[in-house]
């Protein structure tokens, strides 16, 4: 293929992508979300520029310069990255079907979608940190021309870390186990690298070495990673070569499933018997499974970077943010979509009366049970002495008697069923009511408590939420059956909605 013919072809193809989102039939109905979304990524970019502000003045005046603490911590930054990216970043596999009945070869198209997850947007999001902190850290040391090279030099990290994603994402689609391979690879690095050996700071040593190469223009650094890059991309060229085949074929393999009873559930009558469906829902369903270990992660990186590190030290608002977003998060990701799963056999549901209350019953005893995991994540910063145990426990029970009752009312006005095995992006549509009640979830009680602290003190305000909790909770069969009632009012609606969205 001559370079003509392939420079118009990739402007196709690139041209293509920007316009996949508005050939989607739903997406005039997706304008609120997609304007929420803007709003979400513009509130993190406005976060990540204070925190890189605010990291060179906590590392202004050490034994190292700032920005060798913040080159020497790139395994944490690649992680966080990496994690990340199970949301914001999709394979090629999955966007080259459509392009297989045109007259391109497979091996450019390859090439091509390789070349541009490369550079796509994504990798630059960092940028908000590492620029205001570069300005600040860099030119006073290596100039204009080290605070470029120092840029390009974590834009190609980035790049590196986005095609080594790839690689074990492709390998996960068939086998989930292969997502062992780069945990045990981060969690190697960061024992032998960090806490094995306090006096082995070769991982630190290492990465801020290789940044400083960076800021000098030293082509050994440029030749490092350019050599770490190039096997990833053959790599990820002949395994996404054969995802191609198993997307378009959607080849299939049947496992036998070994089910478990779960006996001790039925005790609980009928209610135990859903409260088994959710915990099945959670475990097989793609969609239900990722929403929870997404909320999980999380929960776990906020509370191991408020635990672990002085970030939010003199932030007051922020450690009052961690506290109850890691004790929220995850019940609003699950509950903002609560009736939709249900959605895909509602009509059986509606069989017998009073079905659908006991499933919100369910739903609220196993959201109830699960707030235990949070609650594990929030001994960290106890037992480091950030946060106090009353503070903790004012979380937890504003959490189960105040904000599930609240998002719990998206029973009543869900009537979009997802699709329970396709990505967690494309599983369904959120609505303008799930992503106003999730938001004002998250953020209302931060706000209440911030109040309450600041009027009360600590100590009254985690009392205060103590007791309003547990209120709540007492009373959740009344305030249960007040969303069944309303639900059942709306009922023919909401599964004419259902149907529809199958």
Request: with cysteine; hydrophobic share 50%; net charge positive.
């Amino acid at each position: 293929m001559d370079f003509g013919r392939a420079r118009q072809l990739y402007h196709l193809i690139a041209h293509n992508q920007r316009l996949q989102a508005r050939r989607h039939p739903m997406f005039e109905r997706n304008l609120a979300m997609k304007i929420f979304s803007y709003i979400f990524i513009a509130f993190w970019a406005l976060y990540l520029v204070v925190l890189g502000v605010s990291c060179y003045y906590s590392f202004e005046g050490t034994a190292l310069e700032a920005f060798d603490w913040v080159d020497g911590g790139m395994i944490w930054f690649l992680i966080l990255d990496f994690v990340s990216r199970f949301a914001m970043q999709e394979t090629p596999a999955q966007n080259i079907k459509q392009y297989k009945l045109m007259n391109i070869p497979t091996r450019f198209m390859l090439n091509v979608f390789l070349l541009r997850m490369g550079l796509q947007p994504y990798n630059l999001f960092w940028a908000f940190f590492l620029v205001p902190f570069g300005v600040l850290a860099v030119p006073q040391f290596y100039g204009i021309g080290g605070l470029v090279g120092f840029l390009l030099g974590w834009w190609l990290m980035f790049v590196l870390n986005s095609y080594w994603y790839l690689l074990w994402r492709t390998l996960m689609n068939r086998r989930f186990v292969w997502i062992a391979v780069p945990l045990l690879t981060f969690a190697a690095l960061v024992y032998f690298g960090i806490f094995h050996d306090e006096k082995n700071t070769w991982l630190f040593d290492g990465t801020a070495y290789l940044m400083r190469g960076f800021c000098e223009w030293n082509p050994l650094s440029w030749a490092v990673v350019v050599v770490l890059i190039l096997p990833l991309f053959t790599l990820n060229y002949h395994y996404q070569k054969t995802a191609i085949y198993v997307e378009i074929a959607k080849t299939e393999e049947v496992r036998q499933v070994r089910t478990n009873n779960m006996t001790f559930l039925d005790r609980l009558g009928v209610i135990g018997e859903y409260m088994k469906l959710e915990l099945k829902s959670t475990v097989r369903n793609l969609v239900v499974r990722k929403q929870f270990i997404t909320g999980a992660l999380c929960m776990l990186m906020l509370c191991g970077l408020f635990s672990f590190s002085d970030v939010y030290e003199d932030m007051p608002f922020m450690q009052i943010f961690v506290c109850v977003y890691c004790f929220t998060c995850l019940g609003v990701m699950t509950l903002t979509t609560i009736m939709c799963a249900e959605g895909n056999y509602m009509d059986g549901l509606m069989v017998r009366k009073e079905t659908v209350l006991s499933l919100l019953k369910a739903k609220y005893y196993f959201q109830c049970l699960i707030l235990v995991v949070p609650f594990l994540f929030s001994l960290m910063p106890i037992l480091e002495g950030k946060i106090t145990w009353l503070s903790a426990l004012g979380c937890l029970f504003f959490t189960s008697g105040v904000v599930f009752p609240f998002i719990f009312q998206l029973a009543v006005y869900n009537d979009t069923a997802i699709h329970l095995n396709e990505k967690l992006t494309k599983a369904g549509r959120d609505t303008k009511v799930q992503m106003l009640m999730s938001a004002a979830a998250l953020f209302l009680p931060m706000l209440v408590m911030y109040a309450l602290v600041n009027v009360l003190g600590s100590k009254m305000a985690a009392i205060v939420m103590i007791s309003v909790g547990v209120t709540g909770t007492v009373l959740h069969p009344w305030w249960l059956r007040n969303i069944y009632n309303r639900f059942m009012e709306r009922r023919y609606r909401n599964m004419d909605g259902f149907r529809n969205s199958r």
